[in-house]
């Protein structure tokens, strides 16, 4: 299970998951009881290895999934439809995506976080496209949430909160580690020096205390990880840190928030260390939906619970998290027992802890961490007493109230199976391939059991106590025999590594389970039967009270449950439990409950029923036994703290009621006070209402006046104002009359003037048809002589069509000779057609078919037609309008006839002048010529210049060489160097112990005997003649070679360093003439492109005024009344030269863009040169397109 995710409306639940190798999303419905599957996605179009987050939109309708790296694609589905919606690949440098959410109040926003990705992606037309552009440096964002619509807060890996707004950073702070206050005290305490240890994060692998010691100083440096960020109506909650999270508050300010609280997970007492069992990393939290309390899951897969409201009652005392139920395990389970006279499970686990749970009330009772690693454990019939098996000893412990105490350790060292006889006065103890019978009461060793080759995996007592089944890695199940301690059966199969071993409440058949996916059912040392897995491994094997079921767990992590006798083919029950494989199957007495455990480090309980779905009862009603151990001395010390408590509240009573009667004289006092203050206020709030009231009569009385005062003004002001307006109605009349005769006149003007128009309009149309008419009959004249010529051609078309058909006669008599035979071929052939022409007939029906269709269409196709018709009719409405407009522009072509009279006399001034510019053009193009002559000779230095720069190019790898040549020569002298320095040491401390060997013979230099046999001892020890004579002889060979070798090779590096010198002094000056031959270069072009826009402004001069002149002509002559002998201007001989012009211009533009390409790429060549110091100026760009000639 990798990712979840809950829907808005608390109806469905998605789940990421790995089934046979394939990832799938399967969707369940809670509202239903049980849950049900209501959607599995198992098929998609896309590659994906895994699902590693999931959302749910708002409205619960919309799924968006992110894919793990290196896919790392972005699916959004309809879920209840199973349509991909869209799809989008949301990283390409496969960096890890941690999260992705909805915004909460769109469906078509989400936004995805991960290492250096913070990316907004909006659905819209079938695609999802990014809205947001990610602004400086890239951080690894582990979480984020959305606090509003266009809000999201997003955390860091290095204790940093960011605030986006529609994409934009608004806000940002900073979290720091902090210390809890009773660290602070301790350090205080110790040395200034000591530092808090912390745990390492989730993503890294587990350190050694060792390594922990030297990374203190780094861990405590570094920032905390914002691992987790949740949003409540009054801001969010984030983590900060190992055990910590931090509440934040909205400010008053309008985009900020402070830190309201502080929440620490506690310090567990019971742990083996409680000063690190508060630093875990919080992984995952979230608010209930009332906002009462905040729920956090942690790296060791624990939970805790924290109630909002505690936040307001104490603000002052530091707020802790608690346990949601209970501490669970944080590794894989490797024990798992139960006892008879109790309802208690006992587990152990590879997180060091043993646990005792109650099964009846789902609860834990007790746990104790250790120092070492648990994996093996076993509880007493009784309940009073489990056995641990430790990676150092084996240990038997008590039960207390409230702890496990040992009390007895055996030398069993890693310990991996151990269980207590069904009478509970031996255990079995394993160690190895050795089995070790222990008494209860003595603890006596009282046998050994051997015989296995590997590693015993499982052992199981009958239920009289007298026999023992063990299996082991080698392939053998034995069956012994407690009273002899020898072996009664065995069965060894070496292909097979058992891993469970189970036996009937008769004793007389065993069940064992193993690596060849197989369930063998055991009897008299022979295999009865062998009931296949199907392709699943088990692990784990459990046989009811009853004999009449069979339990068995897998490698996959389910449970299966089968009848005994077993069955052959696929008849038994299968279910999901686990997430890893099975390690322990336990049955309880009664058969009403099966107890199994995992790798995934969860114990489930399991209710079992028959058929009908019916509990089975228990056949004894005898009740749990409710005894429990407690030591003396705890006793003894509860008794002691019951009398303090009993004193303490005793005392507390006496306090607490002399303080409630000082209380009461207190309050006495002060509501006498009070009382007094009251009565003084009412008085003095009675004169002040008097005063008021007899002010309010004074001001009625004065607004009564003002009244009368101002309706007699308004009155006075009304009649003056009618008065006014009288005079000004007759002033205004007499006015109106005037203009109505003035409009009278008007009328009379414009209706002249209207006669007078009609009549010019008259003539001009007149005009116009007396000329379209002497159109029509050039155009008639046009139209016979056509017809003449096609009376023609169909003549000469008769003639070739009797050729032709002569022709065509002769050839078919011919082709009839051919096809006559091929007939006969083809009667043969018709005969296989005939099959097929069955087939061809259905294809006929077909096309009928479709023809019937197409004539369908076609009657459509004529509806249509009718209506073009009538829209046909309507544009020939619209024709008539336009026909209308035609006639009121023909009345303004008139008075733009007197504006092309006018227009034309400049034309005829522009015409002298356009013949001038034409000959200065023509003087401009032979001083371009030399120009172009320059820039053909300077490409030719350019290309001599490149032929150099590879020349030296060469001599530089050469150069480079010998230079590595050499080093390689002083490495090797210096390891001769370094080997003649190890040399000379090894000869001083020779001499060194010579001396103190020489001291201490000196010391003998008054006996003569010791002194002799001394210094006979030196020279034993250090002188041998042959050898010294050979050394010194191969030491001054060895000097000579190594001086005349280093002389010759300092000799060749004093020449070797002159060459570099002088090439580089040969470089530089050929770098800086070409720079200088570069430079001059860029000046001529830079004063040829001036001289260029000279010209180019000259000719856009040109051509502007011959645009009027063209634009003039154009308008003439359709405008006028047409004469039929019109005589071309010069104008329009002169635009062939014009033209010519153009194209030399534009052959120039593209010659000079070539010769700065290469410049450029002659500059890119010296930049790369890395001897070269500065760089070439930069050209001059010009905007080319914007002068083009018009």
């Known amino acids: 299970m990798l990712a979840l995710a809950m829907s808005p409306n608390r109806r469905y639940l998605a789940i990421s998951e790995i089934v046979q190798e394939k990832p799938t999303i399967t969707i369940y419905e809670l509202s239903s009881v049980p849950c049900k599957k209501r959607k599995v996605l198992s098929v998609f179009d896309f590659p994906v290895q895994e699902f590693v987050s999931l959302a749910f939109s708002p409205d619960s309708k919309y799924l968006v999934a992110q894919t793990g790296p290196p896919e790392s694609n972005l699916a959004y589905w309809m879920w209840e439809k199973q349509r991909m919606m869209a799809i989008v690949k949301a990283d390409i440098q496969n960096n890890p995506v941690y999260q992705v959410s909805f915004n909460p109040q769109d469906n078509t926003q989400v936004c995805i976080t991960g290492n250096g990705i913070f990316k907004l992606f909006r659905y819209t037309e079938g695609t999802l496209k990014q809205t947001n552009f990610q602004r400086g440096e890239p951080q690894n964002y582990l979480s984020h949430v959305w606090l509003t619509e266009d809000r999201v807060m997003v955390g860091t890996d290095t204790g940093k909160l960011f605030l986006f707004e529609s994409g934009d950073l608004r806000w940002e702070t900073s979290i720091e580690c902090k210390e809890p206050p009773s660290e602070v005290e301790k350090d205080e305490l110790a040395h200034e020096s000591e530092s808090l240890i912390e745990f390492p994060t989730a993503s890294s692998p ?83 939906p009332s906002e009462e309390t905040l729920l956090i899951s942690t790296s060791k897969n624990q939970l805790y619970i924290f109630t909002m409201s505690s936040t307001e009652i104490i603000k002052g005392e530091p707020a802790h998290f608690e346990y949601l139920n209970f501490p669970l395990h944080s590794a894989a389970i490797t024990g798992l027992d139960i006892c008879i006279r109790k309802p208690l499970v006992a587990t152990c686990s590879l997180d060091r802890s043993v646990r005792i749970w109650n099964y009846e009330t789902n609860t834990l009772d007790l746990y104790k961490e250790y120092q070492e690693e648990a994996y093996a454990v076993s509880l007493h019939p009784t309940g009073l007493y489990v056995l ?28 991996r199976e151990c269980t207590f006889s069904n009478g509970g006065h031996l255990f079995a103890a394993v160690n190895g391939n050795v089995i070790h019978i222990y008494s209860t009461t003595s603890f006596e060793n009282v046998n050994n059991l051997k015989g296995h080759n590997g590693k015993v995996r499982s052992v199981i007592w009958s239920a009289d106590d007298n026999k023992l089944i063990s299996c082991g890695t080698d392939g053998a199940v034995y069956e012994w025999s407690l009273l002899t301690g020898k072996r009664e059966s065995e069965c060894v199969l070496k292909s097979c590594s058992y891993s469970g071993v189970a036996i009937s409440p008769d004793a007389k058949i065993i069940f064992a389970v193993g690596s060849d996916q197989t369930l063998k ?90 058929k009908e779905g019916r509990g089975l009862k228990r056949e004894k009603e005898v009740g749990y036994a409710e005894e429990v151990l407690i030591t003396k001395t705890d006793m003894e010390e509860k008794t002691q703290v019951m009398l303090e408590l009993k004193t303490r509240v005793e005392e507390l009573k006496m306090e607490n009621e002399y303080q409630l009667r000082l209380k009461d004289m207190n309050y006495n006092e002060k509501m006498k006070e009070l009382t007094e203050k009251f009565i003084q206020e009412m008085e003095s709030l009675k004169t002040k209402n008097q005063v008021l009231k007899a002010e309010k009569e004074k001001q009625e009385l004065q607004y009564q006046e003002q009244l009368s005062e101002l309706m007699e003004k308004q009155s006075r002001e009304v009649q003056d104002l009618e008065s006014g307006n009288n005079q000004k109605l007759l002033l205004e009349y007499e006015k109106y009359q005037e203009l109505q005769v003035k409009s009278q006149r008007m009328q009379e003007e414009y209706e002249k003037q209207l006669h007078d128009m009609e009549e010019t309009k008259n003539q001009a149309l007149e005009e116009l048809t007396e000329y379209y008419e002497a159109k029509l009959h050039e155009k ?29 006669d002769r050839e078919i008599q011919e082709i009839k000779i051919k096809y006559e035979r091929r007939l006969r071929e083809e009667r043969e052939s018709n005969l296989r057609l005939k099959g097929e022409t069955g087939i061809m007939r259905k294809k006929f029906n077909s096309l009928q078919k479709e023809i019937e269709e197409r004539s369908n269409d076609i009657e459509t196709m004529r509806m249509e037609q009718q209506k073009l018709q009538g829209v046909i009719k309507s544009l020939e409405k619209d024709i008539l309008g336009l026909k209308r407009e035609i006639q009121e522009r023909d009345e303004t072509i008139q008075d733009k006839e007197k504006r092309i009279y006018d227009l034309k006399k400049k034309n005829q001034e522009l015409e002298k002048f356009k013949f001038v510019l034409d000959y200065k053009i023509k003087e401009l193009k032979k001083q371009i010529e030399p120009r172009e002559n320059d820039i053909k000779a300077m490409k030719e230095q350019i290309q001599e210049m490149e032929g150099e720069l590879e020349r030296f190019h060469k001599q530089n790898m050469q150069l480079e060489l010998n230079i590595t040549e050499l080093r ?64 010194v002889g191969v030491d001054t060979d060895l000097q000579q070679e190594y001086t005349r070798q280093r002389e010759h090779l300092e000799r060749n590096l004093a020449t070797l360093k002159k060459k570099v010198v002088k090439e580089s002094e040969i470089h530089r000056a050929d770098n800086v003439r070409i720079m ?95 001897l070269s110091g500065g760089r070439l100026p930069m050209l001059e760009i010009e905007r080319s397109h914007g002068t083009q000639p018009q």
Request: proline share 4%; net charge negative; hydrophobic share 35%.
């Open 968 to 1031: 390689q020569k002083l490495k090797a002298t210096d390891r001769e160097m370094h080997k003649e320095q190890q040399k000379e040491r090894d000869m001083e401390a020779l001499v060194k112990r010579f001396k103190t060997d020489l001291h201490n013979c000196v010391g003998f230099i008054q006996e003569p005997k010791k002194l002799k046999e001394g210094i006979r001892e030196l020279y034993d020890k250090y002188v041998q003649q042959a050898d010294m004579v050979e050394i």
């Open 521 to 610: 059912e055991i009897s008299d040392s022979s295999i009865l039967r062998e009931v296949p897995t199907f392709d699943v491994t088990y692990t784990a094997i459990v046989v009811s009270h009853s004999g009449r079921m069979v339990f068995t767990g897998t490698s996959m992590g389910t449970i299966r449950s089968m009848k005994y006798p077993l069955p052959v083919h696929k008849e038994f029950n299968e279910y999901q439990a686990h997430a890893g494989p099975v390690t322990k199957m336990s049955i309880t007495c009664d058969d009403q409950f099966l107890l199994t455990v995992s790798e995934d480090g969860c114990l489930l309980i399991w209710k079992v029923y028959d």
């Open 388 to 415: 641990v098996g430790f990676s150092d000893k084996l240990r038997l412990m008590n039960l207390l109230i409230d702890d496990i105490r040992t009390f007895k350790d055996f030398t069993v060292r890693g310990c």
């Open 780 to 808: 008639t004249t046009l139209l016979e002589e056509a017809q003449d010529d096609a009376r023609q051609q169909l003549r000469e078309f008769e003639e070739t069509k009797k050729q032709i058909e002569e022709d065509e």
């Open 1076 to 1170: 200088q031959e570069n430079v001059s270069l860029i000046k001529e072009i830079n004063e040829l492109r001036r001289e260029l826009k000279v010209t180019r402004t000259q000719v856009h001069d040109l051509q502007s005024a011959l645009g009027l002149n063209r634009k003039n002509k154009k308008q003439g002559i359709p405008d006028t009344v047409p004469s039929r002998d019109l005589l071309p201007s010069p104008s329009v001989l002169r635009l062939n030269v014009e033209e010519e012009t153009e194209r030399i211009i534009e052959m120039q533009r593209l010659e000079i863009k070539r010769l700065r390409d290469q410049i450029q790429g002659q500059e890119h060549v010296l930049a790369l040169r890395p």
């Open 206 to 288: 587990d350190l050694s205390s060792e390594m922990l010691c030297e990374a203190v100083g780094q861990q405590q440096a570094s920032f905390p990880q914002i691992s987790a960020i949740a949003a409540y109506s009054k801001g969010f909650a984030c983590s900060a840190g190992p055990g910590v999270v931090l509440l934040f508050e909205k400010t008053e300010e309008k985009e900020g928030y402070r830190e309201n609280r502080e929440i620490r997970i506690p310090q567990d007492q019971r742990s083996s260390d409680p000063n690190q069992s508060d630093k875990q990393d919080v992984m995952c939290m979230c608010f209930s």
